[in-house]
């Protein structure tokens, strides 16, 4: 049974930290691409950032040097290093796993809600 275990969000001031981290189980063919999305009350889901099996990284804009994604290829855990936090940072975090070579399959975390008050 796949399992992607969120953890680390709450509720935290403009300018503050968090870190999230997301552990995956289960999943039986190599993990590429590990990410993080994020969504606002009545927006769509966007992507936050990714890094690949090489540790390849790509960002939104958005968040361009204040979140670091990184990742335990041992431990299958990426993490999320989110500094300098403005309320716009405010959303349902979810962590992404996509995995298999030829034929690829996407895992979703159950999200965890990160809220950062002005």
């Known amino acids: 049974q796949v399992q992607l275990v969120e953890s680390g969000g709450g509720l935290v001031q403009a300018g503050g930290s968090l870190r999230l981290s997301c552990a995956a189980s289960g999943i039986r063919n190599r993990i590429n691409v590990m990410g993080w999305y994020r969504q606002a009350p009545g927006k769509q889901r966007e992507l936050v950032a990714v890094i690949t099996s090489s540790d390849s990284t790509n960002y939104a804009g958005s968040v361009k040097g204040r979140f670091t994604i990184s990742r335990d290829n041992a431990k299958n855990t990426v993490y999320l290093q989110m500094n300098s936090l403005k309320p716009e940072d405010t959303a349902v975090y979810y962590c992404?796993?996509?995995?298999?070579?030829?034929?690829?399959?996407?895992?979703w975390g159950q999200g965890t809600q990160v809220t950062v008050s002005s």
């Open positions: 992404n796993v996509r995995a298999g070579v030829i034929t690829t399959s996407d895992y």
